[in-house]
């Protein structure tokens, strides 16, 4: 079968109007239009089939403010590498704020810890700091990464 | 720009003085070609892709790029064809960065007969290649000639018809293979 028949449109259109018997004759002949109309009765099948399936398309406004918001991005990289900044720069302070307090109230918090638990406390001393601080950094450091996934989502 | 004209968008053009910007669409417009184009285009991808979810995140991406993109001079049925031709580009891009088989295969197993007809078809339409699948689609169930493929597709009107004819043959080679006989007229 050759790709040469010149009216393969013109039948493929027909069936779909409805057919003459011009077409019907030449399909009786010509083995690339019937293979033509035979794959448009299959598209035509299988778009109808899942006809009743009802999406639930995305919200239109979710995508207009997604566009928005690569537009502002594109249109004005300065502002949003200082909005970028600013908010690693809040992120630091959200590190680096509780190490400070730590750091500052470290003898105040093992005392109180040692009065809520007695003398069992006495583990939480210069020389087991290193255990704490590893869960204090990775506590942070966890905050950190939910805190970038919900601002992201947002 | 577009325009909403009796509840239909109308793109008339760039936005006066504004030179070779175009002003954004608002969510009205968005809502309204969304509103008319959004579900055949979604059926068109839910085809192509074999999912739904995965037709869905195609569906955005397509409208979002439609958002983005410089937009032509286009009356609706330019902006419909303008449309599947975005949706047509990213969904054949999408299928390039995948591994054969990975999409649709999160589909739930069909339950009654059309369903399971459907899936069978659809099994036989994914072995087709993107753009072949593409090509069928849209000459066959959108309705489209070989002018609107070439500049939906990039290609040549003459290569249309050629590759419009391998992807038939190719259908029709399945079908007799999984016992669809061509109708003898």
């Known amino acids: ?154 | 720009m577009m325009m909403l004209e009796n509840g239909v968008i109308v793109a008339t053009g760039v936005l006066p003085g504004v030179s070779g910007a175009r002003r954004p669409l608002t969510i009205a417009e968005l809502e309204s070609c969304y509103a008319l184009h959004a579900r055949p285009l979604w059926a068109y991808l839910r085809r192509m892709s074999g999912s739904a979810v995965e037709a869905d995140d195609l569906l955005q991406k397509s409208f979002l790029r439609l958002l983005e993109a410089p937009l032509p001079t286009l009356d609706e049925a330019g902006l419909r064809r303008y449309l599947y031709r975005i949706a047509t580009n990213i969904s054949i891009d999408s299928f390039r960065s995948m591994r054969e088989g990975e999409m649709a295969r999160a589909e739930q197993l069909p339950v009654d007969s059309s369903a399971i007809l459907r899936a069978d078809m659809q099994r036989m339409f994914e072995r087709l290649k993107p753009r072949e699948r593409a090509l069928l689609w849209l000459a066959h169930v959108e309705g489209y000639d070989h002018q609107d493929l070439a500049s939906m597709l990039g290609v040549g009107a003459k290569s249309v018809r050629v590759l419009l004819f391998r992807a038939r043959k190719k259908l029709q080679q399945m079908m007799e293979r999984d016992g669809r006989k061509v109708p003898k007229r």
């Open chain 1, 1 to 154: 079968m050759k790709n040469s028949c010149k009216r393969t449109d013109e039948i493929v259109t027909s069936m779909r109007i409805g057919i003459t018997p011009d077409a019907d004759s030449h399909l009786a002949e010509c083995e690339e239009c019937r293979a033509a109309v035979s794959a448009g009765d299959w598209m035509r099948q299988f778009s109808n089939l899942g006809r009743e399936e009802v999406p639930v398309l995305p919200d239109p406004r979710r995508i207009w403010l997604m566009a928005e918001w690569q537009r502002r991005q594109r249109s004005s990289p300065g502002r949003m590498r200082l909005i970028d900044c600013l908010q690693w720069a809040a992120y630091g302070i959200a590190a680096v704020a509780p190490a400070i307090w730590f750091t500052f109230r470290w003898p105040q918090l093992v005392q109180w810890v040692s009065t809520l638990r007695g003398g069992e406390a006495a583990w939480i001393s210069a020389g087991s700091s290193p255990v704490l601080w590893t869960a204090v950094a990775l506590g942070g450091i966890t905050t950190l990464v939910t805190l970038q996934l919900v601002f992201a989502e947002e």
